[in-house]
């Protein structure tokens, strides 16, 4: 979240924005990497479908929704390509 804030604010500070954006609308994040998370921590919520519902386990278990090349578990051709299964992702790549 703190990398697509700074992205947003690299976005948004081009040449191309002058004349649209004239200050900032409400709070803003700040400039410092600990500033940034305040921010996202204090603005940050889930609104209508959370992730991390779709649980990812071993490919050969048998429990589990998808295996860790997000095919879905119990069907033929299907990978589920959707934010249900990031969180999952996410902790695997971490750990």
């Not at 002058?18 to 609104?47: C, F, K, M, Q, W």
């Not at 479908?49 to 050969?60: C, F, L, N, Q, W």
């Amino acid at each position: 979240m703190r990398e697509s804030v700074k992205a947003v604010k690299r976005f948004i500070a081009g040449s191309a924005w002058e004349d649209y954006i004239i200050g900032p609308y409400g709070s803003t994040a700040g400039n410092t990497d600990d500033e940034i998370d305040a921010h996202v921590r204090e603005l940050s919520t889930t609104v209508f479908h959370p992730v991390g519902t779709a649980s990812m386990t071993k490919a050969g278990s048998s429990w589990g929704v998808v295996d860790p090349n997000l095919k879905l578990k119990g069907a033929e051709g299907i990978r589920i390509v959707d934010a249900s299964v990031w969180v999952c992702c996410s902790l695997i790549i971490l750990f």
